[in-house]
Protein backbone atom coordinates (compact mmCIF):
# COMPACT_ATOMS: atom_id res chain seq x y z
CA UNK A 1 0.00 0.00 0.00
CA UNK A 2 1.36 3.08 -0.58
CA UNK A 3 0.62 6.55 1.24
CA UNK A 4 0.74 9.59 0.36
CA UNK A 5 -0.02 12.93 2.56
CA UNK A 6 -2.05 15.44 1.58
CA UNK A 7 -2.83 19.09 3.00
CA UNK A 8 -6.49 18.44 4.16
CA UNK A 9 -7.04 21.71 3.67
CA UNK A 10 -5.06 22.63 0.55
CA UNK A 11 -4.56 19.13 -0.95
CA UNK A 12 -1.98 19.18 -3.79
CA UNK A 13 -3.12 18.59 -7.50
CA UNK A 14 -0.40 16.48 -7.98
CA UNK A 15 -0.99 13.55 -4.93
CA UNK A 16 -5.16 14.21 -6.58
CA UNK A 17 -3.95 13.56 -9.71
CA UNK A 18 -2.14 10.00 -9.25
CA UNK A 19 -4.73 9.16 -6.70
CA UNK A 20 -7.87 9.96 -9.29
CA UNK A 21 -6.09 7.85 -11.77
CA UNK A 22 -6.18 5.04 -9.61
CA UNK A 23 -9.67 5.22 -9.42
CA UNK A 24 -10.32 5.71 -13.04
CA UNK A 25 -8.18 2.71 -13.63
CA UNK A 26 -10.61 0.57 -11.46
CA UNK A 27 -7.82 0.94 -7.91
CA UNK A 28 -9.38 0.95 -4.83
CA UNK A 29 -7.94 4.37 -3.09
CA UNK A 30 -8.43 5.18 0.69
CA UNK A 31 -9.47 8.74 1.53
CA UNK A 32 -10.31 10.83 4.11
CA UNK A 33 -14.01 12.06 4.92
CA UNK A 34 -15.29 14.82 6.91
CA UNK A 35 -16.76 11.49 9.02
CA UNK A 36 -14.35 8.96 8.62
CA UNK A 37 -11.71 7.33 5.94
CA UNK A 38 -13.66 5.65 3.26
CA UNK A 39 -12.67 3.37 0.94
CA UNK A 40 -13.68 4.41 -2.64
CA UNK A 41 -13.51 3.05 -6.27
CA UNK A 42 -15.79 4.02 -9.39
CA UNK A 43 -18.81 3.55 -8.25
CA UNK A 44 -20.02 2.32 -12.08
CA UNK A 45 -17.27 0.28 -12.38
CA UNK A 46 -18.38 -3.41 -11.13
CA UNK A 47 -14.82 -4.73 -10.99
CA UNK A 48 -13.57 -2.11 -9.06
CA UNK A 49 -16.22 -2.14 -6.21
CA UNK A 50 -16.14 -5.96 -6.27
CA UNK A 51 -12.24 -5.27 -5.22
CA UNK A 52 -13.69 -3.22 -1.97
CA UNK A 53 -15.88 -6.08 -0.69
CA UNK A 54 -12.87 -8.32 -1.33
CA UNK A 55 -10.53 -6.14 0.68
CA UNK A 56 -12.93 -5.04 3.52
CA UNK A 57 -13.96 -9.30 3.82
CA UNK A 58 -17.49 -7.33 3.86
CA UNK A 59 -20.31 -9.53 3.09
CA UNK A 60 -21.87 -8.67 -0.53
CA UNK A 61 -25.25 -8.04 1.15
CA UNK A 62 -24.37 -4.73 2.45
CA UNK A 63 -24.71 -1.89 0.23
CA UNK A 64 -22.50 0.88 -0.19
CA UNK A 65 -22.70 4.64 -0.12
CA UNK A 66 -21.84 6.97 -3.63
CA UNK A 67 -20.07 9.64 -2.61
CA UNK A 68 -20.54 12.18 -5.61
CA UNK A 69 -18.96 15.59 -6.39
CA UNK A 70 -22.47 17.70 -6.34
CA UNK A 71 -26.32 17.86 -6.26
CA UNK A 72 -26.22 17.08 -9.75
CA UNK A 73 -23.82 14.18 -9.91
CA UNK A 74 -25.98 12.69 -6.87
CA UNK A 75 -29.24 13.47 -9.32
CA UNK A 76 -27.74 11.65 -11.97
CA UNK A 77 -27.73 8.42 -10.04
CA UNK A 78 -31.33 8.61 -9.02
CA UNK A 79 -34.65 7.29 -11.06
CA UNK A 80 -36.38 9.72 -9.11
CA UNK A 81 -35.78 12.78 -6.58
CA UNK A 82 -38.16 13.32 -4.23
CA UNK A 83 -38.75 17.68 -2.67
CA UNK A 84 -37.52 16.10 0.41
CA UNK A 85 -34.07 15.10 -1.23
CA UNK A 86 -33.80 18.62 -2.44
CA UNK A 87 -34.80 20.21 0.96
CA UNK A 88 -32.34 17.68 2.75
CA UNK A 89 -29.12 18.49 -0.04
CA UNK A 90 -30.21 21.95 0.41
CA UNK A 91 -29.34 22.04 4.33
CA UNK A 92 -27.05 19.84 4.94
CA UNK A 93 -24.82 18.64 1.40
CA UNK A 94 -21.89 18.89 1.00
CA UNK A 95 -22.16 17.08 4.92
CA UNK A 96 -22.51 14.16 6.59
CA UNK A 97 -25.72 13.38 5.30
CA UNK A 98 -26.66 10.19 3.60
CA UNK A 99 -29.58 9.92 1.27
CA UNK A 100 -31.39 6.98 0.10
CA UNK A 101 -32.92 7.45 -3.48
CA UNK A 102 -34.53 4.91 -5.93
CA UNK A 103 -31.42 4.05 -7.89
CA UNK A 104 -31.33 4.72 -11.99
CA UNK A 105 -30.38 1.59 -13.40
CA UNK A 106 -26.53 2.74 -14.38
CA UNK A 107 -25.61 1.83 -11.00
CA UNK A 108 -24.65 -1.49 -10.71
CA UNK A 109 -26.21 -3.97 -8.47
CA UNK A 110 -22.57 -4.80 -6.73
CA UNK A 111 -22.85 -0.89 -5.43
CA UNK A 112 -26.45 -1.59 -4.11
CA UNK A 113 -26.88 -5.22 -3.24
CA UNK A 114 -29.08 -5.46 -5.81
CA UNK A 115 -31.65 -3.05 -3.59
CA UNK A 116 -33.64 -0.91 -6.10
CA UNK A 117 -32.10 2.02 -4.00
CA UNK A 118 -28.89 3.64 -3.87
CA UNK A 119 -27.37 6.07 -1.04
CA UNK A 120 -25.41 8.81 -2.04
CA UNK A 121 -24.17 11.19 -0.48
CA UNK A 122 -21.67 14.30 -0.94
CA UNK A 123 -19.18 14.85 1.37
CA UNK A 124 -17.45 18.26 2.93
CA UNK A 125 -13.72 17.40 3.01
CA UNK A 126 -11.15 19.30 0.55
CA UNK A 127 -9.73 15.95 -0.27
CA UNK A 128 -12.54 13.75 -0.86
CA UNK A 129 -13.96 16.99 -2.98
CA UNK A 130 -10.56 17.05 -4.82
CA UNK A 131 -10.76 13.30 -5.82
CA UNK A 132 -14.66 12.91 -6.56
CA UNK A 133 -13.60 16.59 -9.14
CA UNK A 134 -10.48 14.99 -10.33
CA UNK A 135 -11.82 11.59 -11.47
CA UNK A 136 -15.17 12.80 -12.55
CA UNK A 137 -16.61 9.57 -11.45
CA UNK A 138 -18.99 9.07 -8.20
CA UNK A 139 -17.20 6.60 -5.60
CA UNK A 140 -18.52 4.08 -3.67
CA UNK A 141 -16.47 4.16 -0.31
CA UNK A 142 -17.79 2.06 3.09
CA UNK A 143 -15.51 3.28 5.55
CA UNK A 144 -12.20 1.90 5.13
CA UNK A 145 -11.86 -1.14 7.99
CA UNK A 146 -12.68 -4.39 8.37
CA UNK A 147 -15.70 -5.62 8.08
CA UNK A 148 -16.72 -5.53 11.68
CA UNK A 149 -13.76 -3.26 12.71
CA UNK A 150 -13.78 -0.02 14.04
CA UNK A 151 -14.02 3.24 11.63
CA UNK A 152 -10.99 4.75 10.78
CA UNK A 153 -10.16 8.12 11.36
CA UNK A 154 -6.60 8.40 10.55
CA UNK A 155 -4.51 6.91 7.57
CA UNK A 156 -2.63 4.52 10.67
CA UNK A 157 -6.23 3.49 11.05
CA UNK A 158 -6.52 2.19 7.96
CA UNK A 159 -3.13 0.93 7.76
CA UNK A 160 -3.20 -1.24 10.50
CA UNK A 161 -6.21 -3.23 9.21
CA UNK A 162 -5.73 -3.08 5.11
CA UNK A 163 -2.27 -2.27 4.46
CA UNK A 164 -1.58 -5.40 2.77
CA UNK A 165 -5.26 -5.01 0.83
CA UNK A 166 -5.16 -1.85 -1.00
CA UNK A 167 -3.46 -0.02 -3.74
CA UNK A 168 -2.90 3.41 -1.87
CA UNK A 169 -4.53 5.76 1.10
CA UNK A 170 -4.33 9.62 0.91
CA UNK A 171 -2.86 11.02 4.45
CA UNK A 172 -5.28 13.67 5.29
CA UNK A 173 -4.59 13.68 8.67
CA UNK A 174 -7.52 13.11 11.51
CA UNK A 175 -11.10 13.23 10.57
CA UNK A 176 -13.01 16.17 11.76
CA UNK A 177 -16.93 14.57 12.53
CA UNK A 178 -15.29 11.22 13.80
CA UNK A 179 -18.19 8.65 13.45
CA UNK A 180 -20.36 8.49 10.09
CA UNK A 181 -22.43 10.11 8.19
CA UNK A 182 -26.32 9.96 9.58
CA UNK A 183 -28.48 8.33 6.98
CA UNK A 184 -32.28 8.76 5.73
CA UNK A 185 -34.09 6.73 3.66
CA UNK A 186 -36.41 8.66 1.31
CA UNK A 187 -37.33 6.02 -1.32
CA UNK A 188 -40.50 4.67 0.41
CA UNK A 189 -43.92 6.75 1.04
CA UNK A 190 -42.11 8.15 4.98
CA UNK A 191 -38.86 9.26 5.59
CA UNK A 192 -36.50 6.81 7.76
CA UNK A 193 -33.58 7.59 10.01
CA UNK A 194 -31.42 4.50 9.04
CA UNK A 195 -28.53 5.26 11.36
CA UNK A 196 -28.00 8.37 13.51
CA UNK A 197 -24.90 10.64 12.73
CA UNK A 198 -23.44 14.05 14.08
CA UNK A 199 -26.26 16.35 14.53
CA UNK A 200 -29.68 16.22 15.90
CA UNK A 201 -32.07 14.22 13.21
CA UNK A 202 -34.66 16.39 15.10
CA UNK A 203 -33.81 18.92 12.69
CA UNK A 204 -34.24 16.90 9.63
CA UNK A 205 -37.79 15.99 11.01
CA UNK A 206 -38.75 19.58 11.30
CA UNK A 207 -36.93 20.07 7.55
CA UNK A 208 -39.46 17.59 5.73
CA UNK A 209 -42.04 16.99 8.07
CA UNK A 210 -41.21 14.31 9.81
CA UNK A 211 -38.92 11.50 10.35
CA UNK A 212 -39.87 7.67 12.18
CA UNK A 213 -37.03 5.76 13.48
CA UNK A 214 -35.95 2.48 12.18
CA UNK A 215 -36.92 -0.56 14.45
CA UNK A 216 -35.95 -3.48 12.91
CA UNK A 217 -32.45 -5.44 13.61
CA UNK A 218 -31.82 -7.65 10.56
CA UNK A 219 -30.06 -11.05 10.38
CA UNK A 220 -29.48 -13.62 8.00
CA UNK A 221 -28.36 -12.23 4.47
CA UNK A 222 -31.23 -10.51 2.54
CA UNK A 223 -29.97 -7.27 1.95
CA UNK A 224 -29.87 -4.69 5.15
CA UNK A 225 -30.62 -1.13 4.79
CA UNK A 226 -27.71 -0.64 6.96
CA UNK A 227 -24.54 -2.22 8.40
CA UNK A 228 -25.74 -0.63 11.34
CA UNK A 229 -28.48 -3.06 11.52
CA UNK A 230 -26.31 -5.96 12.00
CA UNK A 231 -26.50 -5.84 15.46
CA UNK A 232 -22.98 -6.36 16.26
CA UNK A 233 -20.85 -3.66 14.40
CA UNK A 234 -18.03 -0.76 15.11
CA UNK A 235 -16.67 -2.95 17.77
CA UNK A 236 -13.52 -3.16 19.20
CA UNK A 237 -11.29 -6.35 20.20
CA UNK A 238 -12.07 -5.49 23.82
CA UNK A 239 -15.15 -6.51 25.36
CA UNK A 240 -17.29 -3.56 25.71
CA UNK A 241 -19.49 -2.77 28.95
CA UNK A 242 -21.78 0.02 29.21
CA UNK A 243 -22.66 1.26 32.98
CA UNK A 244 -25.60 1.57 34.27
CA UNK A 245 -26.77 5.34 33.95
CA UNK A 246 -28.66 5.50 37.34
CA UNK A 247 -25.48 4.05 39.55
CA UNK A 248 -22.59 3.92 37.04
CA UNK A 249 -20.19 3.26 39.73
CA UNK A 250 -22.08 0.08 41.16
CA UNK A 251 -22.84 -1.48 37.80
CA UNK A 252 -19.18 -1.01 37.75
CA UNK A 253 -18.24 -3.08 40.30
CA UNK A 254 -19.69 -5.99 39.47
CA UNK A 255 -18.85 -6.14 36.19
CA UNK A 256 -15.25 -5.41 37.61
CA UNK A 257 -15.79 -8.48 40.37
CA UNK A 258 -17.60 -10.86 36.97
CA UNK A 259 -14.52 -10.18 34.80
CA UNK A 260 -11.53 -9.19 36.70
CA UNK A 261 -11.11 -13.60 37.29
CA UNK A 262 -10.77 -14.09 33.58
CA UNK A 263 -9.39 -11.16 31.86
CA UNK A 264 -6.63 -8.55 31.95
CA UNK A 265 -6.50 -4.79 32.22
CA UNK A 266 -9.28 -2.98 32.56
CA UNK A 267 -9.91 0.98 30.98
CA UNK A 268 -13.02 3.44 31.45
CA UNK A 269 -14.10 6.04 29.19
CA UNK A 270 -15.59 8.40 31.46
CA UNK A 271 -17.62 12.03 31.28
CA UNK A 272 -18.79 13.03 34.74
CA UNK A 273 -17.16 10.66 37.39
CA UNK A 274 -14.24 11.21 37.91
CA UNK A 275 -12.83 7.66 38.67
CA UNK A 276 -13.32 4.34 38.98
CA UNK A 277 -12.10 1.88 41.68
CA UNK A 278 -10.00 -0.86 40.06
CA UNK A 279 -9.25 0.40 36.52
CA UNK A 280 -6.14 0.39 35.19
CA UNK A 281 -6.59 3.50 33.04
CA UNK A 282 -9.27 6.00 32.92
CA UNK A 283 -9.92 7.72 29.78
CA UNK A 284 -11.61 11.36 30.53
CA UNK A 285 -13.80 11.64 27.43
CA UNK A 286 -15.11 14.96 26.11
CA UNK A 287 -17.96 16.21 27.84
CA UNK A 288 -19.57 17.89 24.45
CA UNK A 289 -21.36 15.49 21.64
CA UNK A 290 -19.21 16.48 19.06
CA UNK A 291 -16.21 16.26 20.85
CA UNK A 292 -16.88 12.85 22.05
CA UNK A 293 -17.73 11.46 18.65
CA UNK A 294 -14.51 13.37 17.30
CA UNK A 295 -12.68 10.94 19.97
CA UNK A 296 -14.16 7.68 20.06
CA UNK A 297 -13.00 5.50 17.30
CA UNK A 298 -9.29 6.83 18.04
CA UNK A 299 -9.43 6.09 21.71
CA UNK A 300 -10.95 2.29 21.02
CA UNK A 301 -8.24 1.60 18.70
CA UNK A 302 -5.60 3.29 21.12
CA UNK A 303 -6.88 0.98 23.38
CA UNK A 304 -7.33 -2.07 21.57
CA UNK A 305 -3.24 -1.64 20.51
CA UNK A 306 -2.47 -1.46 24.02
CA UNK A 307 -4.59 -4.48 24.58
CA UNK A 308 -7.16 -3.82 26.99
CA UNK A 309 -9.60 -6.28 26.98
CA UNK A 310 -12.34 -4.80 29.03
CA UNK A 311 -13.80 -1.16 28.22
CA UNK A 312 -15.98 0.25 30.63
CA UNK A 313 -18.09 2.97 29.26
CA UNK A 314 -20.68 6.01 31.17
CA UNK A 315 -23.46 5.96 29.21
CA UNK A 316 -23.74 9.22 27.16
CA UNK A 317 -26.89 11.10 27.77
CA UNK A 318 -30.24 10.86 26.62
CA UNK A 319 -30.20 13.20 24.51
CA UNK A 320 -30.96 13.70 20.74
CA UNK A 321 -27.47 15.61 20.15
CA UNK A 322 -25.71 12.14 21.26
CA UNK A 323 -27.82 9.52 19.56
CA UNK A 324 -24.99 8.90 16.96
CA UNK A 325 -22.16 8.24 19.90
CA UNK A 326 -25.09 6.36 21.85
CA UNK A 327 -25.61 4.06 18.77
CA UNK A 328 -22.11 3.52 18.17
CA UNK A 329 -21.48 2.33 21.91
CA UNK A 330 -24.42 0.09 21.95
CA UNK A 331 -23.23 -1.83 18.75
CA UNK A 332 -19.85 -2.20 19.95
CA UNK A 333 -20.74 -3.31 23.16
CA UNK A 334 -23.72 -6.19 21.54
CA UNK A 335 -21.99 -9.28 21.75
O1 LIG B 1 -19.74 8.65 6.87
C1 LIG B 1 -19.96 7.68 6.16
O2 LIG B 1 -21.11 7.37 5.78
C2 LIG B 1 -18.75 6.85 5.69
C3 LIG B 1 -17.90 7.72 4.78
C4 LIG B 1 -16.77 6.96 4.16
O3 LIG B 1 -18.71 8.35 3.82
N1 LIG B 1 -19.18 5.67 5.01
C5 LIG B 1 -19.76 4.63 5.66
O4 LIG B 1 -20.04 3.56 4.83
O5 LIG B 1 -20.02 4.64 6.83
P1 LIG B 1 -20.48 2.16 5.39
O6 LIG B 1 -20.50 1.25 4.23
O7 LIG B 1 -19.62 1.76 6.52
O8 LIG B 1 -21.97 2.42 5.78
C6 LIG B 1 -22.91 2.67 4.74
C7 LIG B 1 -24.29 2.83 5.27
C8 LIG B 1 -24.71 1.53 5.74
O9 LIG B 1 -25.47 1.72 6.90
C9 LIG B 1 -25.45 0.99 4.52
O10 LIG B 1 -26.23 -0.11 4.78
C10 LIG B 1 -26.23 2.20 4.14
O11 LIG B 1 -25.25 3.21 4.26
N2 LIG B 1 -26.72 2.04 2.78
C11 LIG B 1 -26.01 2.00 1.66
N3 LIG B 1 -26.82 1.80 0.60
C12 LIG B 1 -28.06 1.70 1.05
C13 LIG B 1 -29.34 1.48 0.45
N4 LIG B 1 -29.50 1.32 -0.86
N5 LIG B 1 -30.42 1.43 1.25
C14 LIG B 1 -30.27 1.60 2.59
N6 LIG B 1 -29.10 1.81 3.22
C15 LIG B 1 -28.01 1.85 2.46
MG1 LIG C 1 -18.56 0.86 8.09
Do not use: Q
Amino acid sequence: MKLLRVDPERPDPAVIAEAAAMIRRGGIVAFPTETVYGLGADALDPAAVTRIFAAKGRPTYNPLIVHCADLAEARSLAVEWPPAADALAKLYWPGPLTLVVRKNPIVPDEVTASLPTVAVRVPNHPVAAALLAASGRPIAAPSANRFTEISPTTAEHVAKGLADRIDLVLDGGPTPVGIESTVVDLSGPHPVLLRPGSFDASRIAAAIGGLSLSTGVYTGTAPRPAPGMTPRHYAPRATVFLLLEDDPARSAAAILRDAKASTGRVAALLRELPTIDGVDRIVAMPRDAGEYARRLYSVLHELDDEGYEVVLVESPPDDPEWAGVADRLARAATR
